[in-house]
């Protein structure tokens, strides 16, 4: 059973940190291309950041660059994103998907981690 676990999410002030884990099972992680994704309330998903399989390539959308940072561990079978300068905007249920290398459809998800930003 293919399964992607989330986990780190929280409360933090304004200016705060968090690092969100993401646990796979059930599939070759180290094949797979891993993102994050994150989805605040009433708005669309929004793609935050990504990473190819081997880790040596690392992507960021503009609203996160400089913050945020994404890796992996691929003999744990983790993802990880570590969030710095956390910004009330930056409110969201936060997403783990996987995707084969070189595809564009993602197939797996994980369940989501809540974070808040607020004082």
């Known amino acids: 059973e293919v399964q992607l676990v989330e986990s780190g999410g929280g409360l933090v002030q304004p200016g705060g940190s968090l690092r969100l884990s993401c646990a796979a099972s059930?599939?070759?992680?180290?094949?797979?291309?891993m993102s994050w994704v994150r989805q605040a309330p009433g708005k669309g998903p929004e793609w935050v950041s990504g990473?190819?399989?081997?880790?040596?390539?690392?992507y960021y959308a503009d609203s996160v660059k400089g913050r945020f940072t994404i890796s992996r561990d691929n003999a744990k079978n983790t993802l990880y994103l570590q969030m710095n300068s956390l910004k009330a905007e930056d409110t969201a249920v936060y997403y783990c998907?996987?995707?084969?290398?070189?595809?564009?459809?993602?197939?797996?998800w994980g369940q989501g981690t809540q974070v808040t930003v607020s004082s």
């Open positions: 998907a996987a995707r084969p290398a070189r595809t564009t459809i993602y197939d797996y």
């Open positions: 059930g599939f070759t992680f180290g094949s797979f291309e």
């Open positions: 990473i190819n399989s081997g880790g040596g390539s690392t």
